[in-house]
């Protein structure tokens, strides 16, 4: 079945601690996105790729890093600098921009 | 910046009865309007979406209607049933980026029995 997979479901962070989150799609989708969940708001655009090596900042890019080296793959680092990580993370990607977005089931990340 | 208003924040409704979940944009660029439900601990799943040259759309017992001259977009729902429960989402893409979506802040629909 074509699809996101999102990794892992949850994740814990030390202080100072860099983390990757894992996303992965194969439905041939050129367009991949990143959004952060808080409780009781909508989403909020982090990063969004259009094609292969190339991605744009969103809204609330500071403290996040991505890669598109691949077209299946976008990974995002939540890094150090990022002051309150604590948040659903979901991934999502499209045929093109404004198609229809297709979403993984999110990684809960948290701080210990 | 722009936003998406989304109302009521949560809507409890009898089984059998119609839901109604109202949004407004402020970008009169914005072109494509899309609706999510979201499960508890699950991504956003795509259930209708409407482009501004259409006025209404309907699949099932889903449909979304837009006014584009006072900026506003609504979901119905009708016959309601229990699996409807869910957080739903509406959406405006960004006028000058085909690919940013501006979100509202959901809606907590509950279907009592």
């Known amino acids: 079945d074509g699809g996101i997979t999102q990794s892992p479901k949850y994740l814990f962070r030390k202080e100072g601690q860099n983390v990757t989150l894992s996303c992965e799609q194969n439905l041939n989708h050129d367009a991949m996105y990143w959004y952060r969940q808080d409780p009781g708001q909508g989403l909020r655009l982090i990063y969004y790729s259009q094609i292969v090596n190339d991605f744009q900042k969103g809204d609330i890019a500071e403290g996040y890093s991505v890669s598109r080296e691949k077209k299946e793959s976008f990974p995002l680092t939540v890094t150090s600098a990022q002051k309150n990580p604590t948040a659903f993370y979901l991934c999502?990607?499209?045929?093109?921009?404004?198609?229809?977005?297709?979403f993984g089931d999110g990684t809960r990340l948290s701080i210990l | 910046g722009e936003n998406v208003e989304q109302h009521p924040s949560t809507l409890s409704v009898q089984e059998g009865d119609s839901a109604v979940i109202k949004c407004t944009y402020s970008?009169?660029?914005?072109?494509?309007f899309p609706w999510y439900k979201q499960e508890l601990g699950k991504g956003p799943q795509l259930i209708i979406d409407?482009?501004?040259n259409v006025g209404e759309k309907k699949d099932q017992r889903i449909a979304v209607t837009l006014n584009k001259t006072a900026k506003h977009f609504s979901l119905h729902i009708t016959e309601t049933q229990p699996e409807d429960s869910a957080v739903y989402f509406c959406a405006a893409s960004m006028g000058d980026s085909n690919y940013q979506l501006i979100w509202g802040a959901g809606t907590k629909l509950i279907i009592k029995p």
């Open positions: 999502a990607s499209s045929l093109q921009g404004t198609q229809p977005q297709h």
């Open positions: 409407i482009r501004s």
């Open positions: 970008d009169s660029a914005s072109n494509y």
